[in-house]
């Protein structure tokens, strides 16, 4: 099945549909890229700040429940952070051994449902739970779409720099 390559159309001024649409069309614009390229390139830097796309990959992948599961909702979850060495949040990017491109895009998608399911049942002017990743104040959740929306564009935007100096697939 071919993975959607338009910006999302939809006749919806509904904010919560408006975010899960383009969410999801960001994931999969990542996913088209991704599948663009070899193997070899996705784990390979080009760029002299020296992250590989599989490393923006998990990166994504963390980010999203960072903001949802673990911020949102304050669900625990495993290693928060565990897209950065060490779990340094200002630490770089890592993939750990034997995790590949399908299981982290699997993963990616895994964590779109959730999303989804957060906007299906919540208000946007709601606040985030505390005890998760907030334990004073939380924003509320349209700023927390705002913010992963802006995450996965310039991402989206990043990884293009890696594909098409790779000869991979570039644009939204």
């Not at 923006?56 to 960072?66: D, F, G, K, S």
């Not at 208000?123 to 334990?135: K, P």
């Not at 924003?139 to 000869?167: K, M, N």
Request: hydrophobic fraction near 40%; charge should be negative; proline fraction near 7%.
């Amino acid at each position: 099945m071919p993975l959607p390559d338009r910006e999302p159309r939809l006749d919806s001024a509904d904010p919560a549909v408006l975010f899960a649409a383009y969410l999801d069309y960001y994931r999969h614009a990542v996913e088209r890229k991704l599948r663009s390229l070899s193997d070899a390139d996705v784990r390979a830097s080009r760029l002299p700040t020296g992250w590989s796309p599989l490393e923006l990959l998990i990166h994504l992948v963390y980010m999203e429940q960072r903001w949802f599961r673990w911020g949102f909702l304050a669900e625990p979850v495993t290693d928060p952070w565990g897209d950065h060495a060490g779990q340094d949040p200002d630490g770089p990017w890592v993939v750990p051994d034997g995790v590949g491109l399908d299981e982290l895009l699997e993963a990616l998608h895994a964590g779109g449902v959730v999303t989804g399911g957060v906007l299906a049942a919540h208000s946007l002017d709601e606040h985030g739970a505390l005890g998760g990743r907030f334990t004073e104040h939380s924003p509320t959740l349209a700023w927390i779409c705002f913010h992963v929306l802006q995450e996965y564009a310039r991402h989206a935007g990043h990884l293009d720099i890696s594909a098409e100096l790779a000869g991979g697939a570039t644009g939204e």
